[in-house]
């Protein structure tokens, strides 16, 4: 069994557990963010989703007698069933190409730009390379007024990355 093929195992069984009677949201929500951005990444849209996920009332008692199903095991399911869905057409799409999907997927290097910018600087990077007439001379000038340890971090994190290690060991 592949890597990608136990991580669906697992969140299946992540899906299966919602509807268990003794399920513990809190549990049930930490395990499955974990699995998730082992996935996607952690800051991908998907863990987003599942950290969004919350009761918006705090009586278990009430739940129970109100005779209707719980909001939030549909909210649980249906954002779970989503992740998984996805997650199937991205090992789909390694299979045919022979590729991991992810490694196609930049997001793992702005991150890095991400971890150590600051916002308004971050802003101007992404200014600057989203121009349809960017030149080498403005990154340059850019990345020249940044600290030097700023540049070996966002070097270092990109390196070291899981996604960067993938790619390079192909």
């Given amino acids: 069994m592949s890597t990608n093929e136990s991580y669906l195992a697992l969140l299946k069984n992540q899906l299966k557990q919602v509807d268990e009677r003794d ?7 930490k395990a499955t963010i ?9 800051n991908s849209p998907q863990v987003a989703a599942l ?6 009332y705090s009586s278990w ?20 069933s989503t992740i998984i869905n996805e997650f199937t057409i991205r090992m789909e799409a390694n299979d045919e190409t022979g ?8 997001n793992f290097l702005w991150l890095t ?14 200014s600057i390379i989203s121009k349809a007439n960017a030149s080498a ?16 971090n966002i070097i270092q994190n990109a390196l070291l990355s899981k996604e960067f290690k993938e790619w390079i060991s192909r």
């Fill in 61 to 80: 008692a009430l739940r129970d007698e109100s005779g209707s199903t719980d909001p939030i095991k549909n909210d649980c399911k249906t954002t779970l």
């Fill in 113 to 126: 730009f991400q971890d150590e910018l600051t916002g308004s600087a971050l802003k101007k990077l992404k």
């Fill in 51 to 56: 950290e969004k996920i919350d009761y918006a």
């Fill in 99 to 106: 590729i991991p999907a992810d490694i196609n997927n930049l």
């Fill in 34 to 42: 974990l699995l998730t951005s082992s996935c996607f990444g952690t």
């Fill in 23 to 29: 399920f513990d949201f809190v549990s049930w929500k």
């Fill in 137 to 152: 001379d403005e990154v340059e000038a850019f990345l020249k007024d940044l600290p030097n340890q700023t540049l070996v």
